[in-house]
T-cell receptor
Framework: NAGVTQTPKFRILKIGQSMTLQCTQD?????MYWYRQDPGMGLKLIYY???????DKGEVPNGYNVSRSTTEDFPLRLELAAPSQTSVYFC???????????????FGPGTRLTVT | QKEVEQNSGPLSVPEGAIASLNCTYS??????FFWYRQYSGKSPELIMS????GDKEDGRFTAQLNKASQYVSLLIRDSQPSDSATYLC?????????????FGKGTHLIIQP
């Protein structure tokens, strides 16, 4: 299993440009997440999905969009990039659970994005 | 909005000693607690999860949970230089965890040879 993969690893965008960050998992996990991490800060949730066709906003969704057409893929779209979106972006997935709690999340390698 | 607090460090520990990392959280109803290790420039790696009061041991790692005090800790025994990293504490953002985790800012641990 490759686990969670993300592309690209690095990207420099100009202000106002758009791009899509790709995320794919091969663990058949229903739950997928996008976080951003700014220097010296914890991770902040951008969007999440509990299954194909279902997405919802996290703590910091402004300036981003997502889609989930398959179980495996969860792309993150940046429209009209701004310097405030300079960050490291991590995708994560989880198999879920409930009464046994869990919802352990497994992370991809990240995409380092700079907007100038 | 749940809050997760960690001392940012750096916490410096001699090689072979016990490293103790602490985390407090604001929400009394949290049921799941996670510790992630993050090396510089890398992604977070899950090292421990704990759901019940008390201790949970896995190799050199022990997680300790006290729900009454809203406190979870991570002990690393026989610390090695390879344990030098930032350790992130996380709790479910809402409910059980389906809708994501809230992370602390992390504690930077340095193991001195």
């Amino acid at each position: 299993n490759a686990g969670v993969t993300q592309t690209p690893k690095f990207r420099i965008l100009k202000i106002g440009q758009s791009m899509t960050l790709q995320c794919t998992q091969d663990m058949n996990h229903n739950y997928m997440y996008w976080y951003r991490q700014d220097p010296g800060m914890g991770l902040k949730l951008i969007y999440y999905s509990v299954g194909a066709g279902i997405t919802d906003k996290g703590e910091v969704p402004n300036g981003y969009n997502v889609s989930r057409s398959t179980t495996e893929d969860f792309p993150l779209r940046l429209e009209l990039a701004a310097p405030s979106q300079t960050s490291v972006y991590f995708c994560a997935s989880s198999y879920g659970s409930d009464r046994g709690f869990s919802y352990e999340q497994y992370f991809g390698p990240g995409t380092r994005l700079t907007v100038t | 909005q749940k809050e997760v607090e960690q001392n940012s460090g750096p916490l410096s520990v001699p090689e072979g000693a016990i490293a103790s990392l602490n985390c407090t959280y604001s929400d009394r109803v949290s049921q799941s607690f996670f510790w992630y290790r993050q090396y510089s420039g890398k992604s977070p790696e899950l090292i421990m999860s704990i759901y019940s009061n008390g201790d949970k041991e896995d190799g050199r790692f022990t997680a300790q949970l006290n729900k009454a005090s809203q406190y979870v800790s991570l002990l690393i025994r026989d610390s090695q230089p390879s344990d030098s990293a930032t350790y992130l504490c996380a709790v479910p953002r809402r409910g059980g965890g389906a809708d994501g985790l809230t992370f602390g800012k992390g504690t930077h641990l340095i193991i001195q040879p």
